[in-house]
């Protein structure tokens, strides 16, 4: 992220960025706290409502004393065994049952609580990261860990989440969609998906809770049924470059940072080509990083027991840099493996 935002500074007179898949919104916060106002956009519920409270909301038009008020009240509540609990406990093992039935109670008492969209979103917020600290996975939701991760035995605690100053803006829609909106930016940082795995699945929990939902469950993962249906054409090797190009060659921005993984479905080579032919100049930042923490762990058979070995645990990330200057935009940003230029979007 600090790359990213990097790169993003160093594009002159930058001061409005499209975060156009924005995920969990680390990037699209990174770029808010360099002072740029950013659009974050996903299909996601969950990503959403992150984006709400965290892009969307300026931290200085909000009662934090009442809010932590609220916060505290619904974390006194007692447990209470519901869907998150028989689903994610006991059917499966992603929580200790007893931090089960505590979200179970603050998520219906969100509902009871919250006086405005924003509100609820940062309620909302609140118990997605108080879950994910008490969590047993390696981070994503595709699967539990085979025994207690430590952190699974410690209670759930709400924490106010660090909310960012400053105007921003939060849009659910499909990448495609929002592209032909036809809004236009002085950058647009683009993430899309790389392989088949679809982040829909990947935190299916996160988005069973904030939707609130009873939605029924299939497999040992317990994914939402809906997780058969919910496809996006950028997890699908026969669709994702025709998306690709619907988003590349339609985005109204001035220039481009693009990030993929060269484990992904295109070469380089590929998405340097598309970018020229829309941008003209395109330089590339190579990023060495480690692989998924699945991929450290390991093969194991359904016992647990390690059965083969993983071909290699780290790979590349690459950050497109596309538009005017790009060469100059990555020289003014100084990106090394050992310094980061930091941004101040200003």
């Avoid at 009662?63 to 609990?85: C, I, M, N, S």
């Amino acid at each position: 992220m600090p790359r990213i935002v990097a790169l993003v500074s160093a594009v002159p007179e930058a001061r409005t960025v499209l975060d156009l898949f924005a995920g969990s919104t680390r990037v699209a916060q990174g770029l808010k706290s360099a002072g740029f106002r950013v659009t974050a956009n996903d299909l996601a519920t969950y990503s959403e409502v992150l984006a709400t409270a965290y892009i969307a909301t300026d931290a200085d038009s909000v009662d934090v004393g009442a809010l932590e008020e609220k916060l505290a009240a619904l974390d006194a509540l007692p447990g209470v065994r519901g869907y998150v609990t028989r689903t994610f406990c006991e059917e499966a093992r992603y929580f200790q049952p007893m931090n089960g039935a505590r979200i179970d109670a603050i998520r219906a008492g969100i509902d009871r609580v919250a006086e405005s969209d924003t509100e609820r979103a940062i309620l909302l917020t609140a118990l997605l990261e108080a879950a994910d600290r008490v969590d047993s996975t390696t981070g994503l939701q595709m699967a539990y860990l085979k025994q207690w991760a430590p952190r699974s035995h410690r209670p759930l605690q709400l924490r106010m989440p660090v909310l960012l100053a400053g105007a921003g803006r939060a849009l659910g829609e499909d990448a495609r969609a929002c592209v032909r909106r036809g809004d236009a930016f002085d950058v647009a940082y683009l993430d899309p998906p790389y392989n088949q795995h679809s982040y829909f699945s990947n935190y299916h929990i996160w988005e069973t809770l904030v939707r609130g939902d009873v939605p029924a469950a299939y497999g040992v993962a317990r994914k939402r049924e809906d997780c058969r249906t919910t496809k996006s054409a950028f997890n699908q090797r026969a669709n994702a470059w025709t998306a690709l190009c619907e988003v590349v060659l339609g985005v109204q921005a001035r220039h481009v940072v693009l990030s993929f993984s060269n484990e992904g479905f295109f070469t380089d080579v590929a998405i340097r080509a598309l970018l020229a032919e829309r941008f003209d100049e395109v330089a590339v930042v190579p990023v060495d990083s480690p692989r998924y923490v699945g991929a450290r762990i390991g093969i194991h058979n359904p016992k647990g027991e390690r059965v083969g070995e993983v071909s290699h645990v780290r790979n590349t990330e690459l950050l497109f840099v596309a538009g005017p200057d790009a060469e100059a935009i990555v020289e003014r940003a100084a990106l090394t493996d050992g310094a980061v230029a930091a941004g101040t979007g200003r």
